[in-house]
């Protein structure tokens, strides 16, 4: 069966994302004593005593949300419900039983699922007597501890694990897409158009999107894992410590990813932000494709496409060999056609070139091409080899590699997409020194 499904829910700064990261052992969901700072669901895997599962850290339920936001926020810990096979409940151990933990008990019990009543904030022997006043709940069994500094938490994992159904670990590698773009872009309603589903928080307030969020999408029976990260905004613009960690997110985001879905907002333009974006995903070394999201705001769509296409390859020219699709997430129009192309651009990045072929290639190609003299002594290209794929990757084999200007290193690149093509995919090139002969 698939990965067990654990999924924490409570009332707003009980500590959720505190455990969150204790038991994937990592800093992946932001804390922060700011009630709130947890929107989307955040999914991870974890593991203890050899047992594997998939935790997911919620935001904070309100039974009587203050504002739309919250209210979705609501609404999303409740779709967490239904994928768990196990649910932990954490309460505050300093706060006691309020009104709000009730509400949730008593949704969580209508539920069926299993529960694990958790009271958290727990770190001593000293204050285990604070838990007795929450077996008014009506469970006999309570789980204290501190998510802080781990107090009680083994006794808690081993229970856990002990109602995990049995999962059989097979992996399966998906193209990993992410969905990046400065705030406010549309990625969000992106992602939730391409599931089917609202998976992700859609709201006016750029930001609103803060942790990177994971999901599973399937198209005609392929499954692709879709990340929705935090907008990344200029650096100078970054404020206080979540913004700056929200932005350091997309950044690792981007580093995991196969492809990256530059999502851009046809009504604004290109503007100095998608540069730093496009550059970020560049120097990564991912695939890339394009997004002109928004497109049901154009009048005149026909002139627009001719006035960005030619934008984009101005502002972003380092990056001329990704596709450019006009989409809108608001109205589903033309999202599916980034599947075709996704598949496309990964084919490309795994193309390796047989030795011979691109040897062959590489000595017609330096027939048109001037070399300039080092140092008064003729320079010499042996031989090119590919030694990598994901993104491919080329060694040129000569006698003086600082000695070939940006221009000749441009020729060779150009070369090699005309006669290889490698749609969407950056083409490392590097140049090693030979003794001559």
């Known amino acids: 069966m698939a990965k067990p499904v654990v999924v924490i829910v409570g009332r707003p700064n009980v500590g959720k994302s505190t455990l969150f990261n204790r038991m994937t052992k990592t800093y992946a969901a932001i804390v922060e004593d700011i009630p709130g700072v947890t929107r989307d669901r955040n999914y991870l895997d974890a593991e203890w005593e050899g047992k594997a599962f998939t935790v997911v850290d919620t935001g904070g339920f309100y039974p009587e949300p203050p504002e739309d936001i919250f209210l979705q926020i609501k609404e999303q810990a409740i779709f967490a419900l239904e994928e768990a096979d196990i649910i932990l409940h954490i309460l505050d151990g300093k706060d006691g039983l309020t009104p709000s933990d ?18 958290n904030k727990i770190d001593a022997p000293t204050r285990e007597e604070r838990v007795h006043d929450f077996y008014s709940i009506g469970t006999d069994e309570l789980w204290p501890l501190s998510a802080a500094t ?56 750029p930001g609103t999107t803060r942790d990177s969020i994971d999901s599973i999408c399937t198209f005609y029976g ?17 404020g206080y410590s979540l913004e700056r960690f929200s932005m350091v997110r997309a950044l690792k985001s981007i580093e995991r990813c196969d492809i990256a879905l530059i999502v851009l907002s046809a009504d604004e333009g290109i503007v100095e932000q998608d540069q730093r974006i496009a550059g970020i995903v560049e120097s990564y070394g991912k695939g890339a494709v394009f997004l002109l999201n928004k497109w049901d705001l154009i009048e005149n769509p026909e002139e627009m496409y001719k006035n960005l296409g030619k934008e984009l390859g101005r502002k972003i020219w380092f990056m001329h060999y990704a596709p450019l699709l006009t989409v809108s997430a608001l109205e589903k129009k033309r999202i599916t056609k980034v599947f075709p192309i996704i598949d496309e651009i990964m084919k490309e990045r795994r193309k390796r ?61 150009k070369g090699l997409r005309e006669r290889f093509l490698f749609k969407g995919t950056p083409v490392k090139i590097y140049f090693r020194a030979r003794e001559r002969k």
Not at 102 to 119: Q, T, Y
């Open 102 to 119: 009730m509400e949730l008990i008593n949704l969580l019990r209508a539920s069926g699922k299993k529960v694990l009543w958790v009271v």
């Open 150 to 205: 781990g107090y009680g938490y083994d006794d808690f994992m081993d229970k856990l694990i002990s109602l995990l159904p049995i999962y059989n670990g097979e992996k399966i590698h998906y193209p990993k897409i992410a969905v990046v773009g400065r705030s406010n872009v549309g990625k969000s309603t992106l992602i939730n158009t391409l599931l089917g589903k609202k998976r992700l928080i859609v709201s006016p307030i």
């Open 222 to 238: 392929r499954k692709y894992l879709l990340i929705d990260t935090a907008g990344i905004r200029r650096k100078g613009r970054v």
């Open 353 to 413: 070139i047989a030795t011979g072929e691109l040897n062959r290639f590489f000595r017609e190609a330096m027939q048109n091409m001037p070399l300039p003299k080092y140092k008064g002594k003729e320079i010499k290209l042996y031989y090119v080899t590919q030694v990598n794929i994901e993104p491919p990757v080329f060694v040129v084999f000569m006698n003086y590699p600082s000695a070939l200007k940006n221009a000749q290193i441009r020729y060779i690149e």
